[in-house]
T-cell receptor, first 116, second 114 residues
């Protein structure tokens, strides 16, 4: 089956630094990937839609200058949390839409970010 | 606007009990998809089922069954003879327009004790 990986699975960074999270579709091409954020004991909230070769579309209330998204290839999207603060600590999950048809989407295993 | 409501925040049952998790959705589209995911403590989402709006047949997979009723906009999930390993957060989700992201309900935390 289709596999989506995320790297790293866990990351701890200091306040004020930036951290990059990768989302890769391993066995299919994905022109569209989605980034979600999940705070403890809450649901997954869509942050942005990432389209290969174009600018990402951000949901209302998500700062595009803080959460930089780059979808430079058909199998890789990256989310960079810039100038991280403790309130950015969360579980970040990506999903990738199979460009091969069927509109199937597959989720990555998530990245747990802790900002100290 | 699209919306998914999981009114049950937490459910606690004893092993071997049956349990039903409710899901009510809202969408204006006639073509849409409904999903259930399981999220264990590790955090990784486990896909359980996807149904399209044109297929109202109930589905059974082992101890799991799903009841899709368009008349009440519900897509309920039943676990028969629950087990401790079923303890997790369960999310119902909706996707309507092609190429868009899933919209998740708030989730139901299921605790099964032995």
């Amino acid at each position: 089956g289709a596999v989506v990986s995320q790297h790293p699975s866990r990351v701890i960074c200091k306040s004020g630094t930036s951290v990059k999270i990768e989302c890769r579709s391993l066995d299919f091409q994905a022109t569209t990937m989605f980034w979600y954020r999940q705070f403890p004991k809450q649901s997954l909230m869509l942050m942005a839609t990432s389209n290969e070769g174009s600018k990402a579309t951000y949901e209302q209330g998500v700062e595009k200058d803080k959460f930089l998204i780059n979808h430079a290839s058909l199998t890789l999207s990256t989310l960079t949390v810039t100038s991280a603060h403790p309130e950015d600590s969360s579980f970040y999950i990506c999903s990738a839409r199979d460009s091969g048809g069927g509109d199937e989407q597959y989720f990555g295993p998530g990245t747990r970010l802790t900002v100290t | 606007a699209q919306k998914v409501t999981q009114a049950q925040t937490e459910i606690s049952v004893v092993e071997k009990e049956d349990v039903t998790l409710d899901c009510v959705y809202e969408t204006r589209d006639t073509t849409y998809y409904l999903f259930w995911y399981k999220q264990p403590p590790s955090g990784e989402l486990v896909f359980l089922i996807r149904r399209n709006s044109f297929d109202e047949q109930n589905e059974i997979s082992g101890r799991y069954s799903w009841n899709f009723q368009k008349s009440t906009s519900s897509f309920n999930f039943t676990i028969t003879a629950s087990q401790v390993v079923d303890s997790a957060v369960y999310f119902c989700a909706l996707k309507d327009q092609a190429g868009t992201a899933l919209i998740f309900g708030k989730g139901t935390t299921l605790s099964v004790s032995s």
